[in-house]
């Protein structure tokens, strides 16, 4: 049986690490790109390919650039063929004060964020397009909701974007292409290691599970949207935050 080939953006750490094993697990080949971290994505490379003999491909990619997203589509084709399922996860944070925020920083938050998952639709869709059940699974937040910090203004400005780029993406591709969007709430990630304690504290007080969410419990959610199980579901965004409450 032909395995499927999945595409995860920001895919060699934190929920997109966790969600490149758990395609893995299910029989998928991966295409795994990464910033900066070749270390970290050839490790993830050599452990999924040992442990469930499937084929990894790394790639070094800024979403950013419509070139770099291009050359990423080529390579995954050129590789496998095909593409099943894109997971436009690749995201970065630059949280600071509303008075130090500069327009260059809020740039770089929406090219990374927003205008990345628009380059790899524009560009994978084609491929989706000729497979059963293929899907987008877009990689929001709870802050593109109604979760809202003016430190990161321009993250959650950005996360509000991509769930509007998932409900017109599914209406775009009426349904030969499943796009479908994840909100995650607070997570233990990188991202998130640095935070002060006193402040994730009062953050766990607002979340009814009383913890952050592994990023294995986000992986779950984004492998069930892409599976036959999840074949009626389409232009949905759901919140994965434990139970998050203002």
Known sequence: MDK????????????????????????YDVVLTYNKDKIAANRIKMELEEKYNIEV????????????VK?????????FGKINCL??????????????????????????????????????YKYLMKEKNSSIINVSSTNGIDTNY?????????????????????????????????????VETDMNKDLEKHFKESEIENIILKRFATPDEIANVIYFLASDEASYINNEVIRVDGGLSR
Request: aromatic content about 8%; hydrophobic content about 40%; glycine content about 8%.
């Open 4 to 27: 499927k080939v999945v595409i995860i953006t920001g895919g060699s750490r934190g929920i997109g690490k966790s969600t490149a094993y758990k395609f893995a697990s299910s029989n």
């Open 87 to 124: 997971v436009n996860n690749a995201g970065i944070c630059l949280d600071n004060n509303f008075d130090d925020k500069t327009v260059s920083e809020f740039h770089k938050v929406l090219d990374v964020n927003l205008i990345g998952p628009f380059l790899t639709s524009k560009y994978a």
């Open 57 to 68: 491909l790394t790639l070094q990619v800024d979403v950013s650039s419509e070139e770099e």
């Open 150 to 186: 003016i430190e990161s203004i321009d993250y959650d400005a950005s996360k509000a974007g991509l769930i509007s780029l998932t409900h017109n993406l599914a209406f775009e591709f009426k349904g030969k292409i499943r796009v479908n969007c994840v909100a995650p709430g607070w």
């Open 71 to 79: 050359k990423m589509i080529n390579e995954t084709i050129l590789k």
